[in-house]
């Protein structure tokens, strides 16, 4: 398939997910098959005490989405180059977008290569009066094995087991959301969706340890995708990323989160979130190392 072709199937893709209306029901089994456990999303008390007009969408909700599109553009590429795959999401968190907010996708930029196993492409989700609230960025390559160093202490370990655990039917629930049929593997937004939920729990014991009631707030992500998962328990790893900063925000916290599976590594994430007062991040290592 022709360059220009590839494009004018990304633009149809793009335009009819514009065009997705998404039922209460949808997003509460979305919000669970996640494990979102952030007050933001279902207390409209909490909400507004963090600075939101209403209840926010949830944010790695525009991932999944935003996955689909590229995983339409790879197949119809297929032919060209079968052997390329989603390596990586940068997703940026400019604005809120609430329930019923009329929005649109665009096309930012479209840099393909299928010859040299290269594939970007940069989407933009606007609000009705035209300001971006949403930046996805995807790179898709060929899959190589990748390394990681594990140099910084381990802040927090989290293990989704139990009743926790990741299910087909929540690997369901994550495709109803803008899909009739669910396909039947689990995706690599899914697992990198596991690192906002971790971040949670980790806030949660952060405030039981302190005495605090502050909220880490995702701002934005940058995931690599390592190798696919299936339904069951996952391992939650966060250590620092980066130095705490501070402005007239709120306190900004820079985390790396490595997603596993059966020992195996299968995301790894830079997340950056916001928190109206300080979160003492270090205070649990000597629990986990």
Known sequence: MEKKDLENKLRETVYSF??????????????????????????????????????????????AMCEEIINNVLTNSKKENPRLVQASQKIEFLRPIYSGEKISWNINNY???????????????????????????????????WKTSNNNELLYHYRFSGDEAITKEDI?????????HPLKKMT??????????GTIKFSKELNIKNGTKYLGVNQGMDSKFISPAHPGDFEVEIRK????????????????IKIK??????TSTNLHCISKGLLNIESLVDKFN
Do not use: W
């Open 111 to 145: 840099d393909e290569s299928l010859e040299e196993d290269n594939l970007n492409i940069e989407l933009s989700i606007n609000k009705s009066n035209g300001k971006p609230a949403v930046i996805l960025k995807t790179e898709c390559g060929i899959q190589k094995p």
């Open 188 to 197: 690599n937004t899914h697992v990198s969706a596991l690192a906002p939920a």
């Open 241 to 256: 990323q980066d130095e705490t900063t501070q402005n007239r925000k709120g306190y900004h916290y820079y985390f790396n």
């Open 18 to 63: 514009g065009k997705i209306n998404l039922t209460d029901e949808k997003r509460e089994n979305f919000r669970n098959s996640v494990r979102d456990d952030n007050p933001i999303h279902h207390d409209i008390i909490e909400a507004k005490k963090n600075g939101f007009n209403g209840m926010p969408k949830i944010g790695v909700s525009f991932s």
């Open 172 to 180: 369901d629930n994550y495709y109803r959301l803008f899909r009739e």
């Open 261 to 266: 599976q059966d020992n195996e590594l299968k």
